[in-house]
């Protein structure tokens, strides 16, 4: 059983930047895909940023050149660096990660103001 703890998130400005971090434990085989999803109040989950052991890469088009992901594969962490942030980025963000199956952290808030 893998768990996910996530730390970062809260409250910017439009315009600001924050730092998610994910740190996966649990796992007995190396981890495939480590990311983001979130979900605006109303809406639907959906993906943010993704990152594989081999570092390829996929971004929302709605967060391209705004947001960077990276991972640590040796302390199986991922981070989602977000600048530039816009009201529309608000949403609860989670993490996950797939190791034969997929896993979900519980969830961190984000908000930005107007």
């Known amino acids: 059983q893998v768990q996910l703890v996530e730390s970062g998130g809260g409250l910017v400005q439009a315009g600001g930047s924050l730092r998610l971090s994910c740190a996966a434990s649990g796992s007995r085989s190396s981890i495939n895909t480590m990311g983001w999803y979130r979900q605006a109040p109303g809406k639907q989950r959906e993906l943010v940023a993704v990152?594989?052991?081999?570092?390829?890469?996929n971004y929302a088009d709605s967060v391209k050149g705004r947001f960077t992901i990276s991972r640590d594969n040796a302390k199986n962490t991922v981070t989602l660096q977000m600048s530039s942030l816009k009201p529309e980025d608000t949403g609860v963000y989670y993490c996950?990660?797939?190791?034969?199956?997929?896993?979900w952290g519980q969830g961190t808030q984000v908000t930005v103001s107007s």
């Open positions: 996950y990660v797939y190791v034969w199956r997929g896993y």
């Open positions: 990152i594989t052991s081999g570092g390829r890469i």
